[in-house]
């Protein structure tokens, strides 16, 4: 199964902002609800958000309710994060899923992105 491919990260300051992108070609992209997910070293990695197929609905983890938002363009099978007035907690390596349910990752992982941010 084609894995989804991640891009966006980097190196920024707090309260910066940061677009992350996820392109998916390995499903019928407009089927599945689609999301991102994080991970720091030691930790499991964790629900942020996820987009439903239309792109109407979104939802978050509290830590990024507010700051974070997901969409998503079906005609260009990619799906994006826009992240807001980041804070240090946010540095993370960044994961697409091509299939979400109960805030879960069911379907294909990326490679991931790092994104540091610095205080």
């Known amino acids: 199964q084609v894995q989804p491919v991640e891009s966006g990260g980097g190196l920024v300051q707090a309260g910066g902002s940061l677009r992350l992108s996820c392109a998916a070609s390995?499903?019928?992209?407009?089927?599945?609800?689609m999301g991102w997910f994080r991970q720091t070293p030691g930790t499991e990695r964790e629900f942020v958000a996820a987009v439903t197929r239309s792109g109407r609905n979104s939802y978050y983890a509290d830590s990024v309710k507010g700051r974070f938002t997901i969409s998503r363009d079906n005609n260009k099978n990619t799906i994006f994060l826009q992240v807001n007035s980041r804070k240090p907690a946010d540095t993370a390596v960044y994961y697409c899923?091509?299939?979400?349910?109960?805030?879960?990752?069911?379907?294909?992982w990326g490679q991931g992105t790092q994104v540091t941010v610095s205080s």
């Open positions: 390995g499903r019928t992209f407009g089927s599945y609800v």
């Open positions: 899923n091509d299939d979400v349910a109960d805030r879960e990752g069911r379907g294909s």
